[in-house]
Nanobody, 117 residues
Framework: VQLQASGGGSVRTGGSLKLSCAASRIILSDFWQSRKAWYRQAPGKQRELVAELTSGGSTNYQDSVKGRFTISRDNAKKTVYLQMNNLEPEDTGVYYC?????????WGRGTEVTVSS
């Protein structure tokens, strides 16, 4: 499984970005049943879970992004999205997509998000 993340950039406080993570080398049924998530790593900090979409279709969010971020997927395109609205400087970091397939974790390379005040 290969994951290619994109959509990062630099925005001001209050701005929006939409991250995409395209999966390849994965059959559609595995993608559909996989757990999908976005993590981020801020400078000098550990990687943390931002949002997840479980295999059952439930979503979970870190408290700090609830109401501002939305994780979604397009199964036909084998793509996971993270819509980020009302961005804050604290959202700055490298965002990584993660897909768990058959108990194995796969990671994308990361896309950088910078939010300035």
């Amino acid at each position: 499984v290969q994951l290619q993340a994109s959509g990062g950039g630099s925005v001001r406080t209050g701005g929006s970005l939409k991250l995409s993570c395209a999966a390849s080398r994965i059959i559609l049924s595995d993608f559909w049943q996989s757990r999908k998530a976005w993590y981020r790593q801020a400078p000098g900090k550990q990687r943390e879970l931002v949002a997840e979409l479980t295999s059952g279709g439930s979503t979970n969010y870190q408290d700090s992004v609830k109401g501002r971020f939305t994780i979604s997927r397009d199964n036909a395109k084998k793509t996971v999205y993270l819509q980020m609205n009302n961005l804050e400087p604290e959202d700055t970091g490298v965002y990584y997509c993660n897909v768990e397939v058959r108990s194995r974790d796969y990671w994308g390379r990361g896309t950088e998000v910078t939010v300035s005040s």
